[in-house]
C-alpha cells in the first residue's frame, strides 16, 4: 500500500498533464510507495486519456469546485498521507521524500512549503517573492495555512475536520485554519513548487490578489464565504 497519495485536479491540460505526470518519474521515494490520483473536470480534449498512462486513478469529479475534486481524490487515495498540487507545476525530485519526513513527526498534520513562478518577467516574480514573505511571516507568527498547489496533510486528519468546505475560493486557507486545532502544520522551505501564473495573467495580477486577500480576511473574522460562484476557465 503507497504511503503517499498525490491528488491531482484537472480540467482540459491534455496539452502539459504527460509532462506534468512524467516528473514523478525522477522522485527519489520509490515508486511502490506513492499513487497519482487525477480527479478531472470533464475535460473534453483528451486530459483522462492521456493521464491514464500514468496515474494510478483517473475518473471525473462528483463534487463541485476544485475543493471538490481534492474532496473526490481524498476519498479514492489509500495513503495515509495526502500531498495535493496542480497540472501545471513544477515539484522538486525530492518533494514526496521531504513531505514523508516531516510526517515522522506524529504532531504533524499538514506540511507546507513557498512557491514561485514557472513564468519569467519581472512581474510574476515581484508578486511572488512578497507572497512568500508575507505567507512565512503568518507561519512565524503561528498562522499557518495550506495552499493547494503544494500541501500534505494527514489524511486522518484531513477527513477529521471534514476536508474542503464548498466555498468558491479561500477553501485553501479555510482549510489549513482547521487543521491546526488538531496539530501542527510545518512550513518547509525545501517542499518548493513551481507554479504556472497563467491564471494571475489572464485574471489580471490586482484583480485575484484583492479576491485572494479579500476572502483571508473574511475568514479571519469569521464570515461564511459559501454561496459565491466557482469558477472555470479554459487556460
Same mark, same amino acid.
Given at each position: 500500500?503507497?504511503?503517499?497519495?498525490?491528488?491531482?485536479?484537472?480540467?482540459?491540460?491534455?496539452?502539459?498533464?504527460?509532462?506534468?505526470?512524467?516528473?514523478?518519474?525522477?522522485?527519489?521515494?520509490?515508486?511502490?510507495?506513492?499513487?497519482?490520483?487525477?480527479?478531472?473536470?470533464?475535460?473534453?480534449?483528451?486530459?483522462?486519456?492521456?493521464?491514464?498512462?500514468?496515474?494510478?486513478?483517473?475518473?471525473?469529479?462528483?463534487?463541485?469546485?476544485?475543493?471538490?475534486?481534492?474532496?473526490?481524490?481524498?476519498?479514492?487515495?489509500?495513503?495515509?498521507?495526502?500531498?495535493?498540487?496542480?497540472?501545471?507545476?513544477?515539484?522538486?525530485?525530492?518533494?514526496?521524500?521531504?513531505?514523508?519526513?516531516?510526517?515522522?513527526?506524529?504532531?504533524?498534520?499538514?506540511?507546507?512549503?513557498?512557491?514561485?513562478? $514557472?513564468?519569467?518577467?519581472?512581474?510574476?516574480? #515581484?508578486?511572488? *517573492?512578497? #507572497?512568500?514573505?508575507?505567507?512565512?511571516?503568518?507561519?512565524?507568527?503561528?498562522?499557518?495555512?495550506?495552499?493547494?498547489?503544494?500541501?500534505?496533510?494527514?489524511?486522518?486528519?484531513? $477527513?477529521?475536520?471534514?476536508?474542503?468546505?464548498?466555498?468558491?475560493?479561500?477553501?485553501?486557507?479555510?482549510?489549513?485554519?482547521?487543521?491546526?486545532? #488538531?496539530?501542527?502544520?510545518?512550513?518547509?522551505?525545501?517542499?518548493?513548487?513551481?507554479?504556472?501564473?497563467?491564471?494571475?495573467?489572464?485574471?489580471?495580477?490586482?484583480?485575484? $490578489? #484583492?479576491?485572494?486577500?479579500?476572502?483571508? *480576511?473574511?475568514?479571519?473574522?469569521?464570515?461564511?464565504?459559501?454561496?459565491?460562484?466557482?469558477?472555470?476557465?479554459?487556460?
Amino acid at each position: 500500500m503507497p504511503q503517499v497519495s498525490i491528488v491531482v485536479p484537472t480540467w482540459n491540460e491534455a496539452a502539459g498533464i504527460e509532462a506534468f505526470l512524467r516528473q514523478f518519474e525522477r522522485q527519489t521515494l520509490p515508486r511502490s510507495e506513492f499513487e497519482i490520483v487525477v480527479v478531472d473536470g470533464g475535460s473534453t480534449d483528451g486530459t483522462r486519456e492521456i493521464a491514464a498512462r500514468h496515474a494510478d486513478q483517473v475518473f471525473v469529479q462528483r463534487r463541485k469546485g476544485i475543493g471538490g475534486a481534492r474532496n473526490d481524490g481524498v476519498d479514492a487515495a489509500s495513503g495515509a498521507i495526502i500531498a495535493t498540487t496542480d497540472a501545471d507545476c513544477l515539484v522538486p525530485s525530492d518533494w514526496l521524500a521531504v513531505i514523508r519526513e516531516r510526517f515522522e513527526d506524529t504532531a504533524v498534520v499538514a506540511a507546507v512549503g513557498p512557491d514561485s513562478p $514557472l513564468e519569467g518577467g519581472w512581474k510574476p516574480r #515581484l508578486v511572488y *517573492f512578497f #507572497l512568500r514573505g508575507f505567507i512565512r511571516a503568518m507561519a512565524l507568527a503561528g498562522l499557518h495555512t495550506t495552499g493547494g498547489t503544494n500541501t500534505a496533510v494527514r489524511r486522518e486528519a484531513f $477527513l477529521r475536520v471534514g476536508g474542503y468546505r464548498g466555498l468558491p475560493h479561500s477553501d485553501d486557507v479555510d482549510l489549513g485554519f482547521r487543521l491546526r486545532r #488538531l496539530g501542527r502544520i510545518v512550513y518547509d522551505p525545501r517542499l518548493h513548487v513551481r507554479l504556472s501564473v497563467r491564471r494571475l495573467e489572464k485574471n489580471g495580477y490586482l484583480r485575484t $490578489l #484583492l479576491t485572494w486577500a479579500k476572502g483571508d *480576511f473574511y475568514l479571519l473574522l469569521g464570515k461564511d464565504l459559501r454561496g459565491g460562484s466557482y469558477a472555470k476557465q479554459e487556460y
